[in-house]
Each structure stands twice: as C-alpha cells, then as structure tokens.
C-alpha cells in the first residue's frame, strides 16, 4: 500500500474496526492477494490488554558483555504478525530525527561513526535500561502527538499492543516497551525526538557533533570540554533525567586523539575502520582452512562461535556463512574497492561454492565430518538418550549449550552393531534394516550438518557419507544417457544421473545394479 494512502486513512481512524480494516487491507497489499489471511476482532482485542500474559510474549536473558544479562521478550506468532503490520503502518507515518542511526532504513553504523571521525575528544554514555525505562503511558501519549495525531481509542490499542507487564522487584507491576518486539525500535526513537533535539542543541552550544544509536549517545570535538562536574556533563545529566532516563555511568568514557577512538563498534581515528581484530579472524579462519582444509577449521571454529554466540543464536553455524557475514560487514566498513577486503574475499571465493541452492530436495547436506571428527570438534563425547516417543537421539554438551544430534535408523543399527550403545531399552528402540550405501559413496558413521528445506541447520547421524556421491564420469557413456533422454525423456535421464546409479558397460550398454533407488544429494559441482 502506498505510504501516502495509509497515512491518509490512518489519520481518519476513529474506533477500533477501522484500525482493523486498516491492518487487514495491508496484509492484502504486501501478500498480493484479496484471500490472504486477516486478523479478527478477537485477536485485536485479546493481544491489546498486556494483562492478558499467556501467549502474548516468551522470555529469555542473554549475557551482556560488560557483565549481567539483557532481558529480551519475543511476541508469539500471532502477536508477533500483528505487529509487523502496525509498524508498517508507524513506518509511513514517522520519520526518525536526523540524530537517530539506529533502526532506520538507510542509516546504519557506518554512518553513526562517520559523523565522528577525525576528532580529537569522543564522549560516549549509554542510556541504562533504554526499553524498559519507557513506560506505556508515555507510549499511548506519544501516539496522541504529531506526526501520529492518533484518537484516543486509537492510541489506546496500540500502546496495549506494543507494550508488555513487567513485575518488579517489590512484587509491583509495570507495562513497558518490550526490547525484541518488532515495533520497539520505532517506538523509542520517536519517544527520543525531543532529547535528540535538545542534545543537538546542546551540542551547538559547546561546538560539538552529536548522534545516538539506540541507547548509545556519542559526542566529539576537537577541544576538550568534558570535565568530569563541568558546565557540559552537568546540563547532558540534567537533560537526560528530564527526558526520564539515566546515564550508564560504567558505559560513559572519554577516548582522546592517540588513543583507539571506537564508535558503535568501529575505529573512527582518521577513518572508519573495523578493528585489526575483526580483520585478523577472517584471515586466520581462511588460512587454516586453505592449508590444513575444512574439518581443521572448522575444529577451531565451532567450539569458539557457540561460546560467543551459543546464547544468541539458536541452531547450528555453517562456517561459509558466517564468514561470508563477516566479509559483507567488512565490504561495508571500508568499501568494495578496499585492497584488504577485497583479497579476502578472492580467498574466501577460491575455497567455497554455493550449496545446492536450487535442489529441491528435503534435506541438505552440507558438511560431514566422522563421528570421531565430530567428538574431537565438540572436545566430548555423545551421549545417547531416548526422547518421551522412545526416539535414539545424541546429545552433547559444548561451552553450556546442548547440541541435539538425530540419528538415522541406519546409523541406529551400527551403533548397536559396534557396541556403541549397550543400553538394553536404546537397543529395543532400533528397529533392524537393511543398510544401502550409496554408490562412490563411504560407510561408516557420519555426523553431517544439514540443512531442512533449504535452513534450519541441525546435526544428524549417517550409516554413509551423504556429501560424497559423485559418480565417476569416465566410465559413464553420455550417449546411453542421450539414448534414456530420446526414449523416456529429459526427466528420466536426470533421475538416471542424479540417483546416484551404479553402471556397468556390457556391449556398449549400461545396466543398472539391482539394489533400489536412492535419492541423493546432488553436489554443487554438478
């Protein structure tokens, strides 16, 4: 929908059934078609009323670097659709201040750091507990003032969507912005408008440049007039509590020139920059995997990554793509026609492929490693459980997360044939089956990092390598493949060649091994 429509409409609502048509009318537009789904009355009204808790948010705590955790509260998928498409509606109707570098379409950390580059005093303070600190109240007024002008009943509803019941430590409770909702970032930068406009006037006053990236405030100059109890930390502090929050006193620093000046993340000395650090990950990671190969680097990569990122990223890491993350971040900071960049990413190119990308298959696998390999990646040991459905499964402890391990019903059998496992209820759960290993392929127990339906990284147990299936093209005769094309077409000529059948030429014709069909993973370099 265009944005001058919905805010023409969203300026006309009055009662809660416009705003209902309104939402519903832009779910039609963005899916394309009149029969999309729609939110009913019920839904508005049921996720509207913080009060009522079940189903509206999940809780968990992430570590912060600089000690204790974040509280994030993730909507449902109910709620969580709803919102999306109210803050379609906010987006066309707010546009963030010029200070404001954090969640802004076109505005990222780059330019946070741009605006600071060069100078010799950068001032940093963070805001301390930004979303919960902005109460809903102040939300449902924000909504009644310009550019929103929302009616009553209107702002109403959309400060009991877009805030959550919090208790606090004396057993009270208090509706606030929720950080993790996607409505939240919109929500605070337009309850900042006035303090970005008077510490951009305080910056004017003390000659000073001036930004704020969500909770991180940053101010710089080349002369000195951050004095601790001076005129201008003095009237910062006063402004700041007026606008109901509080400086991070721990976060609040002075880096002069000579020092390593960091903005956001970035180095912002002469240039902006990323860290000699970043850069010197990407090329050890390239380095070991070009010369040791891919299990090795892997090795040092895993345990690492899930001890950062284990509590923030769900799911399993493929190393291409979180180095392929790091290189557009890079690409990013200091531009594609970089010397440094670019070599990386020349390296980063000779050494990866995409991966099955257009296979249609349910699963894909994507790396393998043996089940020794995989021990010594991890640095345990599996152990093997039975689920509630009396399902074998692995799991295995590393740097406190518990990676789930599903196991095939070939892979089950060798377990038990190699005394893997000895449990007499886990050996009663294997049902016996016969093991076909896949032509070229190599058997033994593998522990592949797959993919389902092109995502949804997981670990799996194999009686095979799945990853290795290619079939050796010299003793292929490519005109008995032209002949199964002319005689039973293009379709059967493919599944000819990618079901990984064995062939054997007698009197120039290939017959196929009994055996069964098998459907296979068809390497990237087919």
Same mark, same amino acid.
């Given at each position: ?192 408008? =006035? $303090?970005?406009?008077? /510490?951009?006037? +305080? ?7 001036? &930004?704020? !990236? %969500? ?106 793509? =979180? $180095?392929?993350?790091? /290189?557009?971040? +890079? ?7 970089? &010397?440094? !960049? %670019? ?184």
């Amino acid at each position: 929908m265009e944005k001058n429509v919905i805010i023409k409409r969203a300026s006309n609502l009055e009662t809660k059934e416009d705003l209902l048509l309104l939402l519903n009318d832009i779910v039609k537009d963005e899916l394309g078609k009149d029969d999309a789904f729609s939110f009913s009355m019920k839904q508005l009204m049921y996720y509207c009323n913080p009060n009522n808790v079940r189903g509206r948010y999940s809780h968990f705590s992430i570590p912060k670097k600089s000690g204790g955790c974040r509280n994030i509260a993730v909507p449902s998928r109910g709620l969580g659709n709803l919102l999306h498409y109210v803050n379609i509606m906010l987006k066309a109707i707010y546009q963030p201040s010029d200070y404001a570098m954090g969640f802004v379409e076109g505005r990222c950390v780059v330019d946070n750091a741009m605006r600071h580059v060069g100078q010799n005093y950068i001032f940093n303070t963070d805001l301390e507990n930004f979303f919960p600190s902005i109460e809903q109240p102040r939300v449902w007024k924000r909504f009644q003032l310009s550019p929103f002008n929302f009616k009553r009943p209107i702002a109403n509803i959309l400060a009991g969507l877009c805030c959550i019941k919090e208790k606090n430590d004396d057993g009270s409770f208090i509706y606030v912005v929720p950080q993790g909702a996607p409505t939240s970032p919109l929500i605070t930068n337009s309850i900042c408008d =006035v $303090l970005d406009r008077r /510490l951009n006037g +305080l910056a004017r006053r003390f000659n000073l440049h001036y &930004s704020r !990236y %969500a909770d991180d405030i940053t101010f710089s100059s080349m002369h000195n007039v951050y004095k601790v109890g001076g005129d201008f930390r003095t009237e910062l502090k006063r402004i700041v509590e007026d606008q109901h929050f509080r400086m991070k006193e721990s976060k609040t620093r002075l880096q002069k020139i000579g020092e390593r000046q960091e903005v956001t993340g970035l180095i912002v000395s002469s240039k902006v920059n990323t860290s000699a650090a970043y850069v010197a990950e990407i090329r050890n990671l390239l380095h070991i995997w070009e010369k040791y190969g891919y299990n090795e680097v892997y090795k040092r990569f895993y345990p690492k990554y899930k001890a950062d990122k284990g509590y923030i990223k769900k799911g399993e890491p493929l190393l291409e793509n =979180v $180095l392929y993350g790091k /290189l557009q971040y +890079l690409k990013m900071v200091k531009g594609y026609k970089d &010397s440094v !960049y %670019a070599a990386l990413q020349a390296r980063y190119d000779r050494l990866t492929s995409p991966i099955n990308a257009s296979s249609e298959q349910k699963y894909d696998y994507l790396r393998s490693f043996t089940l020794a390999e995989f021990e010594e990646i991890v640095g345990n040991q599996i152990r093997y459980s039975l689920s509630k459905n009396g399902n074998l499964y692995g799991r295995v402890n590393l740097n406190d997360n518990d990676i789930i391990v599903s196991i095939t019903n070939a892979a089950k059998v060798q377990l038990v044939k190699n005394k893997i496992i000895t449990d007499e209820s886990m050996i009663a759960s294997v049902k016996t089956s016969k093991s076909t290993i896949p032509a070229n392929s190599r058997p033994g127990l593998y522990v592949v990092l797959t993919a389902k339906n092109g995502k949804s990284l997981f670990w799996m147990m194999t009686y095979y390598d799945p990853t290795v299936t290619d079939i050796d093209l010299s003793s292929v005769s490519v005109s008995e493949l032209v002949d199964i094309w002319e005689q039973e077409g293009i379709n059967a000529a493919i599944e000819a060649y990618e079901n990984g059948i064995l062939f054997k030429q007698d009197n120039k014709s290939f017959e196929k091994l009994k055996g069964g069909k098998q459907k296979f993973y068809r390497p990237s370099s087919f």
